[in-house]
């Protein structure tokens, strides 16, 4: 817990941890892969929290599979993965996803969530272009603090130089402060905006001194109505309104600096913000990645540093925040280091002394798929693609630049609209609508019974019941099925009349089932 001491305008805080005697626990010295473990298990020993064994092979395949390119692996992939008796299976794989166009178009998807790229903003042809460019970016590793430098310092045509489209989402300075710090800073500092914060460090000043770099962004209107170009003006000014001061441009920890008039702005901030040293930049990019592969950050919410909300295991966030700089601010090294880590490979499956334990990385987290993957899952379990209107058919989910704005489906399941700079805007609760979409929804009850679906062209090929069932299994699970499962499927199919729905009740049973639908 955090304990906090203010007097006057000067605050300090204080970190404790209370520890008590597990009956029976005996530390059982699990083998670290990397440095990531080392924090990690440091931290469980002291705790007296015993780690879970490391996932099936299967479960592997499926997890990572979803978290690198947010699609489930097919069933020629897991069989050829599960034949596989190479020791650095696991390795190879995470190398092959990292380098596969699916691996971009995913990590494409959840910058343009919090980059708020959606056509009302940008307009359709600035949120393909967009798109394009953080495609690029993430297929081709960028290193993000080039990847944020180019979106902060971004000038000309939203449509020739794509990151100008960040100044086209951020309209008005207080917006870029927010949007920047809470992306980029890990700090949620509109609580500073109305007034000097009682339980934090962050005061209006420092508000509206990073306000002051960034009031200067110009917008005018092209020859095309759709587009528009960002520069950078001569004049512009940001007043505390409480004080009334003109503010200087602040950087946080630093302090005032004086910027040439003839200079942007917001180079000089871009410039303090990704450079190696920054206590910020690091810690909140690679704890955003962290988050998304472990289900919940290091500090959590990903974008809410504050002194009263502790990291759960402050010697890890600094170690790979430290080496992230040190990497080139590389995202495919943060996410292979974390990928290959065994604590990113532990079981979802708790022991008497983890299962009590949400914070610090005993076990995997199970959690629900996300809108995406979901609709994905479906249309490759059952072969049948979704059809977005004006976009190819077979184009994905997860492809998609905008998000469509009349798809129920994906509506039902959390997917955001993209208005907010906030990770807490893709929602991941489930509700009864969630589930009266499973049970009897359109989707998946068309999908199951196309007559070009899986199983309507496997009975046509005369398939024999355990190759379909088995394929299912495979597609759905990224496993064979028990002999249980097998024995009770069949069982199933010979007290049925219609043979093809008695196959299609197979396929909505395992469409239904938590295993598919939560990430374990």
Not at 20 to 36: A, I, K, L
Not at 373 to 397: H, K, N
Not at 398 to 426: I, N, S, W
Request: proline share 5%.
């Amino acid at each position: 817990t955090a304990v906090l001491a203010r007097y006057l305008d000067k605050m300090s805080t204080t970190y404790m941890t209370f520890l008590e005697d597990v009956p029976g626990f005996v530390w059982n010295n699990p083998p670290e892969n990397n440095f990531v473990d080392t924090a990690v298990f440091e931290k469980l020993k002291q705790l007296q929290i015993l780690p879970s064994e490391l996932c099936t092979d299967d479960e592997f395949l499926r997890r990572v599979t979803l978290d690198l390119t947010g699609r489930l692996p097919t069933a020629e992939e897991a069989k050829a993965f599960l034949a596989e008796t190479s020791p650095s299976k696991r390795t190879i794989l995470v190398d092959q996803l990292l380098d596969s166009p699916e691996y971009a178009s995913f990590w494409a998807l959840k910058w343009g969530d919090v980059l708020r790229s959606n056509s009302k903003k940008l307009k359709v042809a600035g949120v393909h272009k967009f798109r394009q460019w953080i495609y690029e970016a993430m297929l081709n590793d960028k290193p993000l603090d080039q990847f944020a430098r180019e979106l902060l310092t971004a000038n000309g045509s939203v449509f020739e130089n794509p990151p100008a489209n960040f100044w086209r989402a951020s309209r008005d300075p207080q917006d870029a402060t927010e949007t920047t710090a809470q992306l980029f800073l890990g700090v949620r500092i509109q609580c500073a905006k109305c007034h000097n914060h009682p339980f934090e460090r962050w005061t209006q000043d420092n508000y509206y001194g990073i306000a002051a770099a960034f009031v200067r962004v110009g917008r005018k209107n092209s020859v095309d109505t759709e587009e528009e170009v960002i520069f950078s003006q001569n004049g512009g000014e940001v007043t505390q309104p409480r004080t009334n001061k003109q503010m200087k441009v602040h950087l946080l920890l630093k302090g005032d600096v004086d910027v040439p008039a003839d200079q942007d702005r917001r180079v000089v901030f871009a410039e303090w913000l990704t450079a190696p040293e920054n206590p910020f930049f690091a810690k909140s990019v690679s704890n955003r990645i962290w988050g998304h592969l472990l289900g919940r950050g290091i500090v959590d919410p990903i974008d809410d540093f504050r002194d009263s909300n502790p990291p759960s295991n402050a010697r890890l966030l600094e170690e790979l925040s430290t080496q992230f700089a040190a990497n080139n601010f590389s995202q495919k090294w943060a996410i292979r280091t974390i990928c290959n880590s065994r604590t990113y490979q532990l079981s979802s499956r708790k022991n008497q002394f983890n299962k009590d334990d949400e914070i610090y990385c005993s076990h995997a987290n199970t959690r629900l798929l996300s809108a995406e993957q979901l609709l994905d899952g479906i249309c490759a379990v059952t072969s049948v693609p979704e059809q977005f209107p004006g976009m190819p058919l077979g184009t994905r989910a997860c492809e998609l630049a905008d998000p469509p704005t009349d798809h129920y489906f994906l509506k039902v399941f959390g997917q955001p609209q993209r208005e907010m700079a906030c990770q807490c805007e893709r929602s991941s609760e489930s509700n009864l609508s969630q589930a009266l979409q499973m049970i009897n929804g359109p989707v998946v009850h068309n999908k199951l019974r196309a007559d070009n679906g899986r199983i309507a062209t496997m009975l046509k090929e005369n398939k024999s019941e355990e190759e379909i069932i088995t394929s299912l299994y495979l597609a759905a699970l990224a496993r064979v099925p028990s002999p249980e499962e097998m024995a009770a499927s069949k069982q199933h199919i010979a007290g049925q009349q219609d043979r093809r729905q008695a196959f299609e009740d197979v396929g909505w049973a395992i469409l239904n089932s938590k295993e598919f639908l939560f990430q374990h």
